[in-house]
Antibody
Framework: EVHLVESGGGLVQPGGSLRLSCAAS????????MSWVRQAPGKGLEWVAN????????YYVDSVRGRFTISRDNAKNSLYLQMNGLRAEDTAIYYC?????????????WGQGTLVTVSS | DIQMTQSPSSLSASVGDRVTITCRAS??????LNWYQQKPGKVPKLLIY???SLQGGVPSRFSGSESGTDFALTISNLQPEDFATYYC?????????FGQGTRVEIK
């Protein structure tokens, strides 16, 4: 059974940094693209970033490019999101998800999310 | 970037009703369009992928359709458990973009 478990969220001051982790199990992690999606409190879903199996391709939403870095460690079956220069508007639940493909990409497996709060 | 315009932002319906939610893409996205259902405090659930393919385990009252850059999610015979917020997501090109969401409420 596929499991994705995020960790690393918490309260951080504006301008601070945080590193989120996503531990994957139940599938061959190194075979899949992975993604981060976030949701601000009471707001809609926002895609944040994607990463290819070998890290050779990474994509970001404009609002985080240059501040956030997506990475992975296939040996540890783990996905990461390094977040620097955090702003109040980055406050959200951050979900990791696995990309699958069938007539287009889709996200079926999601973690439960980890809450990041940026506040002084 | 591809913009996804989802409508309506909310709707009120009764059990047994047929409801349709639409997403319009700002440019061609082929059939790279997913639909998700989210209930308060829960993780989004995939309903439809590839514009019209029903995810396994999802009731057949949910269906998706596509016409050019217009996409629709239809729920026929609305059930009490269907009251939730629905989102479309285009995965044709990065940055991927979600629609703004449609809240389906009980009339």
């Amino acid at each position: 059974e596929v499991h994705l478990v995020e960790s690393g969220g918490g309260l951080v001051q504006p301008g601070g940094s945080l590193r989120l982790s996503c531990a994957a199990s139940g599938f061959a992690f190194s075979d899949y693209w992975m993604s981060w999606v976030r949701q601000a409190p009471g707001k809609g879903l926002e895609w944040v970033a994607n990463i290819k199996q070998d890290e050779s391709e990474k994509y970001y939403v404009d609002s985080v490019r240059g501040r956030f870095t997506i990475s992975r460690d296939n040996a540890k079956n783990s996905l990461y999101l390094q977040m620097n220069g955090l702003r109040a508007e980055d406050t959200a639940i951050y979900y990791c998800a696995r990309l699958d493909y069938d007539n287009g990409w889709y996200l079926y497996y999601w973690g439960q999310g980890t809450l990041v709060t940026v506040s002084s | 970037d591809i913009q996804m315009t989802q409508s309506p932002s909310s709707l009120s319906a009764s059990v047994g009703d047929r409801v349709t939610i639409t997403c319009r893409a700002s440019q061609r996205i082929s059939r790279s369009l997913n639909w998700y259902q989210q209930k308060p405090g829960k993780v989004p659930k995939l309903l439809i992928y590839g514009a019209s393919s029903l995810q396994g385990g999802v009731p057949s009252r949910f269906s998706g359709s596509e016409s050019g850059t217009d996409f629709a999610l239809t729920i026929s015979n609305l059930q009490p458990e269907d009251f939730a917020t629905y989102y479309c997501l285009q995965t044709y090109s990065a940055p991927w973009t979600f629609g703004q969401g449609t809240r389906v409420e009980i009339k």
